[in-house]
């Protein structure tokens, strides 16, 4: 069966750090570009990194810049999250695709976009 499956999510203190992974099953990372989205109660999912493989190409939203990190094997997403805040609490999913051009085109529009795959999610809470 093809699939995305995320972990590593769970209650953290402000200021602490979590690693998510997004690991694939049935397929290889190779020809995709893969991002991780975020949902907050009562928000729109909004981008927050995205990796092409085939490009090399990084995509950071502007709030989790400098905190968070991208990065994979071939089957094996990772966002590395430090200095975690109270407004970084939300369900994360991870999504492939393999016709959106570049990690910055998925992490711009790829949450209004009908993506190959979608795994379906992680919470992650960030106290204060």
């Known amino acids: 069966e093809v699939q995305l499956v995320e972990s590593g999510g769970g209650l953290v203190q402000a200021g602490g750090s979590l690693r998510l992974s997004c690991t694939a099953s049935?397929?290889?990372?190779?020809?995709?570009?893969i991002g991780w989205f975020r949902q907050a109660p009562g928000k729109e999912r909004e981008g927050v990194s995205c990796i092409g493989y085939f490009d090399g190409s990084t995509y950071y939203a502007d709030s989790v810049k400098g905190r968070f990190t991208i990065s994979g094997t071939k089957t094996t997403v990772y966002l590395q999250m430090n200095s975690l805040k109270p407004e970084d609490t939300a369900v994360y999913y991870c999504?492939?695709?393999?016709?959106?051009?570049?990690?910055?085109?998925?992490?711009?529009?790829?949450?209004?976009?009908?993506?190959?795959?979608w795994g379906k999610g992680t919470l992650v809470t960030v106290s204060s």
């Open positions: 049935g397929f290889t990372f190779d020809d995709y570009v």
């Open positions: 999504a492939a695709d393999s016709s959106l051009g570049n990690a910055q085109t998925m992490g711009i529009f790829g949450q209004h976009y009908a993506m190959d795959y």
